[in-house]
T-cell receptor, first 114, second 114 residues
């Protein structure tokens, strides 16, 4: 099955600065890479995803980049705000390109300093 | 849509007792997943179903864990007998194959075994 590594485990940035979280994956057949945000006491929620036919995708202040050759993808958050404080998870398909679930990274605790 | 609904939200039980967690997936979704979240191991896929049929239970930690999906709108995860190391947050999630790989999580069941 897929193996996903995520760094850093904790990231503290000043409000208004940018934050970058990086992930690597092992299965070259993987073709879908979502990012989830988990707030305290809640379940993970999808915030953005990218498929293997594109290298970058943006949605307002968040963007995801994908490098299939190197098997890594990153989440970029610009102009960070207090409500961005949460745990962020990257993921890849559990078994390559299938729809049978996701394997998650260990998570990054993003702290936005006022 | 109501989203994935889990119950109970919180459960405290004594070691050796049976625990049953319940899940109602999003209507029309054909995949259902059970995940466990702990600080040490992150989000782990325990088992998933496709059209009510268990497909992969290789993540179930041991025989004390069992899961069923008697119909498209209900699933249970049972632990018998429970042990303190089973303390975790258990998430149910669902997805629709034709909707891509997007997985929608419930709010979780917070289990404490004392």
């Amino acid at each position: 099955g897929e193996n996903v590594e995520q760094h850093p485990s904790t990231l503290s940035v000043q409000e208004g600065d940018s934050a970058v979280i990086k992930c690597t994956y092992s299965d070259s057949a993987s073709n879908y890479f979502p990012w989830y945000k988990q707030e305290l006491g809640k379940g993970p929620q999808l915030i953005i995803d990218i498929r293997s036919n594109v290298g970058e995708k943006k949605d307002q202040r968040i963007a995801v980049t994908l490098n299939k050759t190197a098997k890594h993808f990153s989440l970029h958050i610009t102009e960070t705000q207090p409500e961005d404080s949460a745990v962020y998870f990257c993921a890849a398909p559990y078994s390559g390109g299938g729809a049978d679930g996701l394997t998650f990274g260990k998570g990054t605790h993003l702290i936005i300093q006022p | 849509d109501a989203g994935v609904i889990q119950s109970p939200r919180h459960e405290v039980t004594e070691m050796g007792q049976e625990v049953t967690l319940r899940c109602k997936p999003i209507s029309g979704h054909d995949y259902l997943f059970w995940y466990r979240q702990t600080m040490m191991r992150g989000l782990e896929l325990l088992i998933y179903f496709n059209n009510n049929v268990p497909i992969d239970d290789s993540g179930m930690p041991e025989d004390r864990f069992s899961a069923k999906m008697p119909n498209a709108s209900f699933s249970t995860l049972k632990i018998q007998p429970s042990e303190p190391r089973d303390s975790a947050v258990y998430f149910c999630a669902s997805s629709l194959l034709d909707g891509g790989n997007t997985i929608y999580f419930g709010e979780g069941s917070w289990l404490t075994v004392v």
